[in-house]
């Protein structure tokens, strides 16, 4: 636990006492290091929910702590909703880490994501929701590093519609059917 500490402290020194990567993270202030790949249009009817996924890519050379990273000082990758009133985002799957050791300590493997990450979730239309068109605000908020240093905190919006459609929440038959006993 101790060479931890002294490994975080080392690296939160080199960010602070002008070193290399210290410039590097101001530069970085107003860079993203993820980027959002815009989702499709999600439907659900009323009373009902829709699977959708979000796909995130991480920019070449960094890495994001996971949704549970392997240490308790390091801050986990996130997605947060500001939802209309319509609807409920719920369900929401991470995947799993990779587990990599790297330069700073190489004895300690961490949990992070690297290139594309998708996040999987559901949209739940309570059965009073009105049909029509919505749309949803988030944040990824995530904390991106090279293998040298790691740098502060960011919150990345992203934006995605849905439409509530309108019926009964019974499925029409369309050419091939199922029989209704089959889910």
Known sequence: MIRKLLVWTGVLTALLCGKPQAQQSLNSQGRSFVSF??????TV??????????AFRVQTGYHINSNTPSAEELIPTQLHF??????VIGKVQYPPGQLKSFPFDPTQKLSVYSGDVV???MVIAPAQAQPGPLTVHGELKYQACDNNACY????L????????????????AHGNAQ?????
């Open 82 to 87: 500001m939802l209309p009133g319509e609807i």
């Open 45 to 54: 009817t009323p009373g009902h929910k829709a699977p959708v996924t979000f």
């Open 152 to 155: 502060p905190p960011k919150k």
């Open 37 to 42: 790949v815009p989702t499709n249009t999600v």
């Open 157 to 172: 919006p992203i934006t995605f519609n849905v439409r509530i459609g309108t019926g009964t929440g019974r499925r029409r």
């Open 179 to 183: 029989s209704p006993h089959i889910h």
């Open 119 to 121: 996040i999987r979730a």
